[in-house]
C-alpha cells in the first residue's frame, strides 16, 4: 500500500510518497496551497496511491485540535477530489526536526525554505507508519443524524468481523454519571435544577433545553467534547491489533476527521427519522425537528465520507454497499498486521 503524506500550510503544502513496503518515505514536492492543490489528483494516480495521510497540529496545552485550522478546510476540499481514504497524525515538532536535517547536511536558508515542508510531510509518514505498526489497530468512524441507524450499521459490522464497538453516547453517559468529571462541568454550567434526587442527569430535561437554545448547546458541546474525544481516543490506544467501529454523532459539524481511517456516513429521510425517534425515544416532533436542526452540517458533507449508505428502507436495502466497504477495512487491516510483525 503506497501512502501519501501532506505538510498543509496555509503558502506551502509539502507531498511525500511511501514506498508500498513502509520502509521509507520520500520528498516528493512543495505546492502552492492555493493555486496547486488540485495538482493532488494527478500525484495520487501517478503513484497510485491508495491511502493520504495529514498531519495535523495538536495543541501542547489542551490536547486538542481547533476545528477552525485551516487543513480541516483544505481537507474538505481535497477529499472528494482525491476519493481515497485519509489517516492523520500529530505534526508536532515535524517542521522544526525538517529545520534541523537540513542544517546538518548543511544546506543554505533559501534552499531550506524551498525543501522544509516536502520533508516534514515525509516526516509525517514516517510517524503514521511507525504508529501503525505499534498500534496495529484500524478506527471505523460511524456518524449520522438522530435515528439514521448509525449505531445499528457500526454494530453490524463489529460482529461481522469481530470487530469492537465504541459508542460516543455510551462514553458521554459514563462521563456524565453521578460525581463524574461531566456531571460537575454540567452542574456548573447549568445548575442543579437538570440532576434528578439520587444524582443523576436528567438527560432529557437538559436535551429540551439545550436543541431550544443555540448558544447554551454550544456551552455543552464545548465542556463535553474534548472528554469524550480524550477517552475515545485512549480506548482506541489500549486495543491494539482491533478493528475498532467508532460511533461518533456531529462527526463533520466538529471537524473530528482526525480520529478515524475509515468513515461512513448513515442517512434518512425525515419522516423515517421522525416515526423512529418517537417510538425509540418517546419524544415529540417539535423536539425532534429541534435535534435535527441543530445537527444539520453547515455544507454538504457526503462527499467527504468512505461511504455513505441510506438507511431508510432497512438493511437488506443497503447491505451489498456495507459489505463492500467493510472487505476494504478488512482488507486494510490485514495488511496494517501483517507491517507490524
Given amino acids: 500500500m503506497i501512502l501519501l503524506g501532506l505538510d498543509w500550510g496555509k503558502q506551502r503544502t509539502g507531498v511525500a510518497v511511501s514506498d508500498s513496503l513502509w520502509v521509507m518515505a520520500s520528498p516528493l514536492h512543495v505546492l502552492d496551497t ?21 498531519g495535523y497540529p495538536l495543541s501542547l496545552s489542551t490536547g486538542e485540535v481547533n476545528k477552525e485550522w485551516g487543513g480541516f478546510r483544505f481537507f474538505e476540499k481535497v477529499k472528494p ?4 481514504p485519509f489517516s492523520w497524525v500529530d505534526e508536532t515538532f515535524t517542521t522544526h526536526e525538517s529545520y534541523e536535517r ?6 543554505r536558508y533559501k534552499q531550506k525554505r524551498e ?6 510531510a515525509s516526516l509525517i509518514l514516517n510517524r503514521f507508519m511507525e504508529e501503525r505498526r505499534r498500534r496495529k489497530n484500524t478506527i471505523v468512524a460511524v456518524t449520522g443524524n438522530l435515528g439514521s441507524g448509525k449505531s445499528f450499521v457500526a454494530r453490524k459490522m463489529a ?18 454519571a453521578p460525581g463524574r468529571e461531566g456531571a460537575l462541568l454540567i452542574e456548573e ?18 436535551g429540551e433545553f439545550v436543541f431550544t437554545r443555540s448558544s447554551k448547546l454550544k456551552e ?22 482491533e478493528i475498532i467501529f467508532m460511533e461518533i454523532p456531529l462527526l463533520a459539524e466538529n471537524r473530528l476527521y482526525y480520529l478515524y481511517d475509515f468513515s461512513l456516513l448513515t442517512k434518512s429521510s425525515t419522516d423515517v427519522i421522525i416515526a423512529r425517534v418517537k ?8 423536539e425532534i425537528s429541534h435535534i435535527l436542526k441543530q445537527q444539520a452540517p453547515p455544507h454538504d458533507v457526503e462527499s467527504l465520507f468512505d461511504c455513505a449508505v441510506d438507511t431508510s428502507h432497512g438493511w437488506e436495502s443497503y447491505k451489498e454497499e456495507v459489505d463492500k466497504f467493510l472487505k476494504e477495512v478488512i482488507s486494510y487491516h490485514r495488511e496494517i498486521m501483517f507491517k507490524g510483525k
Fill in 159 to 176: 460482529e461481522q468481523c469481530g470487530g469492537i464497538f465504541l459508542s460516543a453516547d455510551t462514553i458521554s453517559r459514563r462521563l456524565t
Fill in 279 to 286: 417510538e425509540r425515544d418517546r419524544r415529540s416532533d417539535r
Fill in 81 to 84: 477530489l482525491l476519493q481515497c
Fill in 220 to 241: 455543552l458541546n464545548n465542556a463535553l467534547h474534548p472528554l469524550i474525544r480524550k477517552a475515545l481516543l485512549e480506548e482506541t490506544e489500549r486495543r491494539k491489533g
Fill in 102 to 107: 537540513l542544517s546538518v547536511e548543511g544546506i
Fill in 189 to 206: 454550567l447549568f445548575g442543579k435544577e437538570f440532576f434528578l434526587p439520587g444524582g443523576e442527569l436528567d438527560r432529557k430535561k437538559l
Fill in 115 to 120: 525543501s522544509v515542508d516536502k520533508i516534514a
Fill in 34 to 54: 492555493r493555486s496547486q492543490w488540485t495538482r493532488l489528483a494527478v500525484i495520487a494516480r501517478e503513484h497510485q496511491v491508495q491511502r493520504v495521510v495529514m
